[in-house]
């Protein structure tokens, strides 16, 4: 799925230095234990751009950043798996997997954007690692 402008749909904050804003998170689906499932989100409506002349390379940066996320969502669902089965665990026990899980990923969305470069520095340093991330959890 490519990402287009008309896809950010929030009303640009006009008193922000930035410029542009993306929403990326984690959707947590299960009715029980058993068929829980994470997903990794862009929420169109939480996200936000003023210019899109530099579209391109802005993408590249947050189809980086949700790949992170993407990874991170399937690390969640290898944790749900080892316990999805076992009788003593509960809904909490994937609240604290998913804890965990989050703070690891802020560390590394932290590193990217405290990475003081170029955008395209960012990408060419970071894109490997996460593509390698994503490999881990097929």
């Keep these: 799925m490519e990402i287009k402008p008309s ?24 009715t029980n234990l ?10 169109q409506n939480k996200s936000w751009i003023k210019d899109t002349t530099n579209f391109k390379d802005l993408m590249k940066l947050q189809k980086l950043r949700f790949d992170l996320f993407e990874s991170f969502a399937r690390k969640f669902n290898h944790e749900i798996n080892k316990v999805k089965y076992n009788d ?7 609240e604290k997997i998913g804890d965990r ?3 690891e990923l ?18 060419d340093y970071w894109r490997p690692k996460i593509d390698s991330m994503l490999e881990v959890y097929k």
């Design 101 to 103: 899980i989050y703070v």
């Design 34 to 43: 058993k068929d829980a499932e994470v997903r990794a989100l862009f929420d």
């Design 88 to 94: 003593d665990k509960s809904y909490a026990d994937l």
């Design 7 to 30: 896809d950010f749909k929030a009303k640009p904050n006009l008193n922000s230095d930035l410029n542009e804003s993306w929403f990326h998170g984690f959707y947590l689906k299960t």
């Design 106 to 123: 802020l560390k590394i969305d932290d590193s990217i954007y405290n990475f003081h470069s170029s955008r395209k520095a960012k990408i």
